[in-house]
């Protein structure tokens, strides 16, 4: 334990002195009550970068330099420092981990911790929760998924939950931990109302579409949950803009696949084939002409695919297109293929 | 018919305190009382959601008492259908009706046609598959991809995949009858290149059938509405996957119309499911 000032001094705290300081005991209790003299039935807020124990109703900070909760503040990424100034190391994840409080010996740093043939003296350094590896793998594994395709971090804190749900459950506990947090990834984006399709979560996966699908089916089954369906304008912002399409192509394609999808052209065909025509249609109308082919590749969808939806959206070109759009090309010279 | 007047109150092992997301006994397990929305009902549109609440009630609140409207008599109404000895023999005068004259629960007038039929027999002896693939005619054995001999014949159009235990698998059949017949020519087989062949626990595995309703679905509100039963994933596949629970029958339902009923063991079931849900298909006919 190093030197230097405690975090907190047992003089500041107010409810350890009983003279005349801002918070009273109302009772004669084992546990002195902080409370805001004013409002006396205010929940206090605590501030916990400047811990303070703040009422919430007039704003008086009763409690000064409480105990701060929050990861170590000297904690630098600093290379340079051989000694890691961290009294209390890495922050908790007691939500998601066992929550327990184990402590382990860390490698020695002076050389009397090695013996004559330099192996370090004392070597246990195994399993610090064997139950639990196998989820902070997970864990991993999921957060470098989610670099892959820049997921913000509320997806990932989803996906985690659902993976500790799911494992929890231990219902699919034959299942590849990967495959079950490629599903989990898949259900949170769906569950954040961001879809992304089974192929995008495929090219940051080694696990294959088919398995996916099958533990995502299991998973909805095994934690009783189910989603929304997906709709085509839930990947209109994202295939647009890998491609370059400016807003106004974006709004067209967007406009022509929802009338599409109520005009019932397209029955049967998945979403997203029918936004990857629809996409089509509209850069082709437009100054921005994208092939199939490139449409194909960011969608994940076959160019024929393409071709099929388009031939069925082709014949009601006109009523498809927003009404105040600009038409580059005009709709009778549309491609037809 | 004591199944619509009160609920009996249940064990209280299946009340999950939480609803939703706890695991244990889903909420549509076999030893829920008749009638609690396990056989699925005609939706009548503003009632859809308090019946799915009531189911999810059903977790918390041991037997509410409340007998939900929806479940107006849909006793299977038994048209004599083909296989199917009727279960009513008419009474006095052939004039009096016999079955009750539901005019909201018609029969739909369609019969899900079978189309493949699975089943097991066992033969009852060791077999040597060498001499089999050898000598049989229309045999094919490759032991390194599969251990079984798969032969076939012409006349009921079948396959059978015969293993070395003696047990036989026969598919491919269009009705009961020429499943048993097609199994029994598999083991006259068997018999003729010299093993002492039996017929023994003949049994049908699965019946498949498929239908037509002949209007398009709309598959999107079918989701919303039996969330808990359907499974519709255009991404993986372009059908409706519905796991009716009554008779545990899947059905596969198809934009088009068109219905896959699989998972019977008897040829009632596939009916029974059909009957079941055709209203409901009925309910989600695509307008245009």
Not at chain 1, 182 to 205: D, H, M, N, W
Not at chain 2, 79 to 94: E, H, I
Not at chain 2, 217 to 233: K, P
Request: glycine share 6%; proline share 7%.
């Amino acid at each position: 334990m190093g030197s230097g000032r405690p975090l907190c001094s047992p003089e500041s705290l107010p409810w350890t002195t009983d003279s005349n300081s801002m918070a009273s005991t109302s009772r004669g209790d084992s546990l002195p009550k902080v409370q805001c003299p004013n409002h006396p039935d205010a929940i206090l807020v605590e501030d916990y970068r400047a811990g303070d124990m703040i009422c919430p109703e007039c704003g008086l900070v009763v409690g000064d330099r409480v105990i701060d909760v929050g990861s170590e503040w000297r904690t630098f990424t600093n290379e340079k420092a051989t000694k890691d100034p961290s009294r209390v190391g890495d922050t908790q994840n007691p939500l998601l981990n066992g929550g327990d409080l184990t402590t382990m010996i860390s490698k020695g740093t002076g050389a009397a911790s090695f013996d004559e043939f330099g192996n370090s003296k004392y070597q246990n350094r195994r399993t610090m929760s064997s139950s639990d590896r196998a989820m902070l793998n997970a864990f991993k594994e999921i957060t470098t998924m989610a670099d892959r395709i820049n997921l913000p971090r509320n997806i990932i804190d989803r996906t985690n939950n659902l993976f500790k749900q799911v494992y929890e459950q231990k219902s699919l506990k034959g299942r590849s931990n990967d495959a079950i947090a490629s599903a989990c990834l898949y259900i949170a984006c769906r569950q954040e109302g961001v879809p992304r399709t089974f192929k995008e979560i495929c090219a940051v996966s080694r696990i294959s579409k088919k398995e996916i699908g099958r533990c995502f089916k299991l998973i909805l089954k095994a934690l009783e949950t189910s989603v929304d369906l997906i709709t085509t304008g839930d990947f209109m912002s994202r295939f647009c803009s890998n491609l370059g399409l400016p807003k106004q192509v974006q709004m067209a394609a967007t406009y022509i696949a929802r009338k599409a999808v109520e005009l019932d052209l397209v029955p049967g065909r998945s979403p997203i084939s029918v936004a990857a025509a629809a996409i089509y249609m509209a850069s082709q109308a437009s100054a921005e002409k994208k092939t199939q082919k490139e449409i194909g590749d960011i969608a994940g969808v076959a160019d024929v695919t393409i071709r099929q939806s388009y031939r069925l959206i082709y014949p009601r070109a006109a009523d498809l297109f927003p009404p105040d759009f600009k038409f580059d090309t005009p709709v009778d010279k549309l491609p037809q293929l | 018919m004591e199944q619509n007047n009160s609920l009996p109150p249940f064990p209280q092992g299946l009340a999950s305190p939480q609803g939703a997301m706890t695991p244990g006994l889903p909420i549509f397990s076999p030893m829920m009382p008749y009638g609690t929305g396990l056989t699925p009902q005609p939706v009548q549109n503003t009632n859809s959601l308090s019946l799915l609440e009531e189911q999810q009630r059903h977790g918390m609140v041991g037997g509410s008492g409340q007998t939900p409207q929806l479940y107006h008599s849909q006793v299977s109404t038994t048209t004599a259908l083909p296989g199917n000895t009727p279960l009513y023999t008419t009474p006095l005068t052939p004039m009096t009706p016999i079955t009750p004259a539901t005019p909201a629960s018609e029969s739909s007038g369609i019969v899900p046609q079978l189309q493949n039929i699975v089943s097991t027999v066992n033969l009852g002896c060791k077999l040597d598959l060498k001499t089999i693939a050898l000598r049989a005619r229309n045999a094919e054995y490759n032991p390194k991809r599969f251990a079984a001999v798969i032969m076939r014949i012409r006349e009921p159009r079948t396959t059978a995949l015969i293993f070395s235990s003696g047990k036989m698998v026969c598919t491919g059949a269009k009705s009961e009858e020429q499943s048993r017949l097609a199994a029994r020519k598999y083991a006259r087989v068997v018999q003729k290149l010299g093993f002492p062949a039996k017929f023994l626990d003949f049994k049908i595995q699965n019946m498949v059938g498929s239908c037509d309703v002949k209007f398009p679905i709309r598959l999107e509100g079918l989701v919303l509405t039996h969330q808990q039963f359907s499974s519709y994933e255009p991404e993986l596949f372009p059908g409706l996957i519905y796991r009716m629970i009554k008779p545990r029958i899947v059905l596969l339902i198809f934009v088009s119309g068109k219905v896959v009923l699989t998972g019977a063991k008897v040829r009632g079931e596939i009916y029974e499911a059909f009957e079941n849900i055709y209203p409901i298909l009925k309910g989600f006919r695509k307008t245009t």
